[in-house]
């Protein structure tokens, strides 16, 4: 499954949304360095099994959907995503 990230307002979550732009869940930080992958909609299925977190980093989230869903996470152009 191959997705698109992007940050919301707030700068502690990062929308996760599949290419036809359905959301697919969220990665939030829930304190320094811990991220935790939060799947909804059809990602309930696709990751089943996936270690939610708390990830290191947001790039560590999105190399455990990767590696889980062996898909691509792509952040939206312009977003650096910290």
Do not use: Y
């Not at 036809?20 to 360095?33: A, F, P």
């Not at 190399?63 to 952040?75: N, P, S």
Request: aromatic letters at 2%; charged letters at 25%.
């Amino acid at each position: 499954m191959d997705l698109s990230v992007k940050p919301v307002a707030d700068g502690t979550a990062w929308e996760l949304a599949d290419l036809l732009g359905r959301s697919m869940g969220n990665i939030r930080q829930t304190g320094v360095s811990e991220f935790t992958i939060h799947p909804e909609g059809h990602a309930l299925t696709t990751m089943v099994g996936i270690r939610l977190g708390p990830h290191a980093s947001l790039d560590a989230a999105l190399a455990e959907i990767e590696k889980h869903t062996r898909g691509v996470c792509r952040r939206d152009p312009g977003q650096d995503g910290s």
